[in-house]
């Protein structure tokens, strides 16, 4: 705490250092409760301790018990996975401190009479702060003396200041745009307004992506198969052994005891352990893992170079996929400063020219050249002469005019006055001196001539903040307006719009995405300014203020993309409403108002020039405040998507094959593949063919689901491959092969369907795809015939090569037969056609162009009966509805004399046509079937006047 050396220029002394020792004794300290970024700790463990990480680590120690070191290669995927994800998050987190610098690091404080500068965390509750111009207001507090306007577009969304008096409150979080004042603050710490918009953001919010909901799906898939299967295999195994070692022992008495003590259980188990743990392994989708990580965090390193920082890897995924995109007005279109939009010349029968833009075809302007100029000289000379207390009005006109050939020296300024609502001053001008004044149309001019320009003034004002130009005769040493005051113009001011922000809207727009604006600006500005960046529907908005209930906004989200006057809640609930309706929903957003609906939000975005808050819970961060970026941000999660579904099929392709291989080896022992003879597979087949792959430029349009995209692809080869190995396992027991032929002969046929499922994949072949296909095909024969030992490869014998060879083109004549299935599956559809006695179904396949086409029956006579049966129930149903709702409808039809006469309790038991009622006779009510219920068709009636 520092003393100031300023006197202090108010009445108000403050509190007393006893007051503030009490305070701070009862913990009525401003302590700091911003949203904070994870700490390392927490998020090193989040990285770590993982199923995924779990499982691995189990199955490690299972090979480090059998003494196989070199089997251990599959932990390096392991620690590059969790590498990357500590990295990237730490990186993140790096960036994300370095941009949350608090825009007010101190505060002055009245105490005991003097001045003194505190940290933020010193302000005690009541005690009495001075604010000025530019300063954040650091917590609740109510205006003593002074006045000043306030922005509070952060928390409100309300772009244009808030004149504040004594007794008016001051929300923390917001900024003193122009004035002085001392406040008495009124709530410290948690009870802010900021810490409770953030304390309400402050849980986890659950990632939604496809991708890693899918991968969470598989990784819980197989282990919950693990335990079972890998138990199972085990004791396969093992059974194995100990029945060949029965078999050649002379003591028929054996036992599994004996068996162990023998010593020659241990190498048994050895092995049993190992082919298990390779089972289990390839049911593990584990370089899917490390290349859907890589890949995001390449996507991150890019972006990060266009200035654009991911806070999470899937948050890029997300925003491709998104088909509800939020914009905040304040911060995302526009850039949160003001801008002149126009200048207007005053015409003496009430209407308006625009300066410089008002012609006729002839060429001619609707008023004087000289107006105009002196126009423009009077804003600018204004401006230039309360430029030393400038507000955003006065800052938007010192831009507009920075390149004015001449600006007139001011030789008296009158500041801006929020009781007069109107600046001016003394020009010095060619012909001497000249007095003008800007301000509200209605403050600054007559009865009279406020009514002939107020058609104009409410036109222009449809848009833009409207400040008339007049000319006076001068001030009183009061600063008042000496004479009328004589409109020589006017001034539109709007919020200035990013230059990016139509053409980033335009390509959302050609994308498909659904545009809404929610902002806390009244919801004319908003609708104006939608229109003008091309938003769809902006001429229809809401103020979110008569949305008073839960009906009334879930209503307006199916009608209405423009919102207006929304508070942070209810941004929030308007977000959830869309998620409801099934919807991927994005929101951008700067302030503190958007945080809670930022952290709903399936991807949330925020300008680096935002409130610390908005920035720590937003997923991506546009570190230079630019929303062109988010296109880029689109195209690389289109690119990550699009590759890892086609290289995703290699992963899942062994991933498949080794479950159901895993369930035949229960049967009929042992597990053919090692996992050294896996890493050969994992390499070439699949690990390195699919990080290539993943790299490549793609910007087609996300289609369908990722899990099911992946699947299409990938059981064709998992199937091939799987009635390979059978094949080879058949084989070897028909013909004695040993386990190391057997392994041999598997990889081989694997190899080959691996082979297709790449050439597939990589069709239509580019340079890159053909010298891959070369690679992985060279590096296969290589590992097979330089490397045997270290991959445990046998040599065949010419029965067995020949029997590989056969076995090998089976699988790829297998999978090409189902990939091709698959693939037409999904042009295929069904047509029901009757009239031919029995029910025929008309597959098309193709389209209905195509010659491939089937015609069959719907099925047995007993489930047509059963149809027949089910059918004639629900046309019961029906006309049990339609006779209860016309029963209805002519009860409403009947006058209340009839009514009344009726006995209570009495029931009408049937419903007699609306002919044979007298009463009835001309009004005809119809009731009949319509979709999802039924519609009864009323009469139109007409009422009878009075006598």
């Not at 007393?16 to 904070?36: C, Y």
Request: net charge neutral; glycine share 8%; aromatic share 6%.
């Amino acid at each position: 705490m520092d003393s100031t050396n300023a006197d202090n220029p108010f009445d108000e002394r403050g509190l007393s250092f006893a007051e503030v020792e009490e305070r701070i004794s009862a913990g009525k300290v401003n302590v700091n409760t911003e949203l904070k970024t994870k700490s390392v700790r927490e998020l090193v463990i989040e990285n770590v301790c993982t199923l995924f990480n779990l499982i691995n680590v189990v199955l490690a120690v299972l090979v480090i018990i059998t003494g196989a070191w070199k089997n251990l290669t599959f932990l390096g995927i392991v620690f590059l996975n969790t590498a990357i994800g500590i990295i990237q998050a730490l990186r993140s987190k790096h960036m994300v401190d370095k941009l949350t610098l608090l825009a007010s690091k101190k505060a002055v404080a009245v105490r005991d009479g003097s001045l003194v500068e505190l940290d933020l965390d010193q302000i005690v509750l009541d005690d009495a702060i001075r604010l000025g111009r530019g300063d954040q207001i650091p917590a609740d507090a109510v205006v003593l003396e002074g006045e000043c306007h306030v922005n509070e577009s952060l928390l409100t969304g309300e772009s244009n200041p808030i004149h504040k008096r004594p007794g008016d409150e001051l929300m923390s979080g917001s900024f003193i745009d122009a004035g002085l004042v001392v406040a008495r603050v009124v709530h410290v710490g948690a009870d802010n307004y900021v810490a409770r918009i953030n304390n309400e953001a402050k849980y986890v919010k659950k990632v939604n992506s496809e991708i890693m909901n899918a991968l969470n799906a598989i990784v819980r898939f197989a282990s919950v198969l693990m335990v079972p299967l890998g138990l199972a295999l085990f004791i396969a195994s093992a059974r194995t052994s100990f029945t060949a070692w029965c078999d050649l022992a002379p003591d028929s008495s054996a036992t599994v005891v004996s068996w162990i003590a023998s010593g020659e259980a241990q190498a048994a188990l050895s092995s049993a352990t190992l082919s298990t743990v390779g089972a289990l392994l390839g049911m593990i989708p584990q370089g899917l893992v490390l290349l859907t990580s890589s890949v995001l965090a390449i996507a991150t390193i890019r972006l990060a170079r266009r200035k654009v920082l991911a806070q999470q890897l899937y948050c890029i995924e997300t925003l491709a996929r998104v088909d509800v995109l939020c914009l905040d007005k304040t911060g995302t279109i526009t850039s949160g400063h003001m801008e002149v939009e126009g200048t207007y010349v005053a015409l003496r029968d009430g209407s308006v020219a625009r300066s410089g833009a008002d012609e006729d075809r002839a060429g001619a302007i609707s008023y004087r050249r000289e107006d105009a100029e002196e126009l423009d000289r009077a804003l600018s000379g204004i401006a230039h002469a309360t430029s030393a207390d400038a507000n955003e009005t006065c800052t938007a006109l010192l831009h507009h005019f920075a390149d004015a050939p001449h600006v007139p020296s001011a030789v008296r300024a009158i500041a801006f006055s929020s009781a007069k609502k109107w600046s001016g001053a003394v020009l010095a001008c060619a012909d001497g001196e000249a007095s003008y004044v800007m301000g509200a149309a209605q403050f600054v001019l007559g009865r009279e001539d406020f009514q002939l320009f107020e058609a104009s003034v409410n036109r222009l004002a449809s848009s833009c903040r409207v400040l008339v130009v007049a000319r006076v005769d001068g001030f009183t040493d009061e600063g008042d307006i000496v004479g009328d005051a004589r409109p020589i113009g006017f001034v539109t001011i709007r919020d200035e719009i990013r230059p990016s922000a139509a053409e980033t809207i335009g390509y959302f727009r050609e994308q498909g995405v659904t545009l809404n604006v929610i902002s806390g600006d009244d919801p004319r500005t908003v609708s104006s300014i939608a229109r003008v960046v091309g938003i769809p529907g902006a001429e229809a908005f809401v103020d979110a203020t008569t949305l008073d209930t839960p009906a009334k906004l879930d209503a307006a989200v199916d009608r209405y993309h423009v919102f207006g006057r929304v508070t942070p809640q209810q941004k929030r609930e308007l977000v959830v409403a869309l998620q409801r309706r099934g919807h991927t929903v994005a929101m951008t957003g700067d302030g503190v108002n958007d945080v809670l609906a930022l952290k709903e939000a399936d991807c949330s975005v925020a300008m680096a020039a935002g409130s610390d808050a908005a920035r720590n819970v937003a997923e991506i961060v546009l570190v230079e405040n630019d929303f062109a970026a988010m296109p880029a941000v689109v195209a690389e999660g289109r690119r990550s998507i699009n590759n890892l579904q086609r290289s995703a099929a290699l992963f899942l392709t062994k991933t498949l094959f080794s479950m159901g291989l895993a369930a035949i080896c229960i049967v009929a022992p042992p597990y053919p593949f090692q996992p050294i003879t896996m890493t050969l597979i994992n390499f070439f087949c699949i690990g390195f063919p699919s990080f290539v792959l993943a790299l490549e430029p793609n910007r087609a349009r996300v289609r369908g689901s990722f899990l099911a995209n992946v699947l299409k692809k990938a059981l064709p080869a998992a199937v091939g491959v799987l009635a390979t190995s059978l094949l080879c396992i058949l084989a070897a027991g028909a013909f004695g092969f040993g386990q190391e032929l057997l392994s041999t002969m598997c990889l081989i046929t694997t190899c080959a369907v691996g082979l297709c499922l790449i050439w597939r994949i990589s069709v239509p072949f580019t340079p890159l795809r053909r010298a891959l296909f070369m690679f992985v095909a060279a590096g296969l024969a290589v590992g097979v015939t330089v490397f045997p030992g270290f991959f445990s490869i046998a040599r065949p014998t010419i029965w067995a090569s020949l029997l590989t060879a056969v076995f090998s083109l089976a699988g790829c004549a297998i999978f090409y037969r189902l990939a091709d299935a698959m693939e037409l599956s999904s042009a295929r559809s069904g047509r029901l056609a009757t009239g031919f006695g029995r029910g025929v179904r008309v597959s098309l396949r193709g389209g209905r162009r195509s010659r491939s086409s089937r015609v069959d029956s719907t099925g047995s006579s007993a489930r047509r009966a059963i149809e027949a049966a089910r059918t004639r129930m629900e046309r019961r149903a029906t006309a049990r509805e339609l006779a209860r709702a016309e029963e209805h409808a002519q009860e409403g039809a009947l006058g209340a004399e009839d009514r009344a006469a009726r006995p209570d309790g009495a029931r009408r038991v049937g419903v007699e046509p609306a002919g044979k009622r007298e009463d009835v006779r001309k009004k005809r009510y119809r009731v009949e079937q319509a979709h999802g219920g039924i519609r009864v068709k009323m009469p139109k009636t007409t009422r009878k006047k009075d006598q």
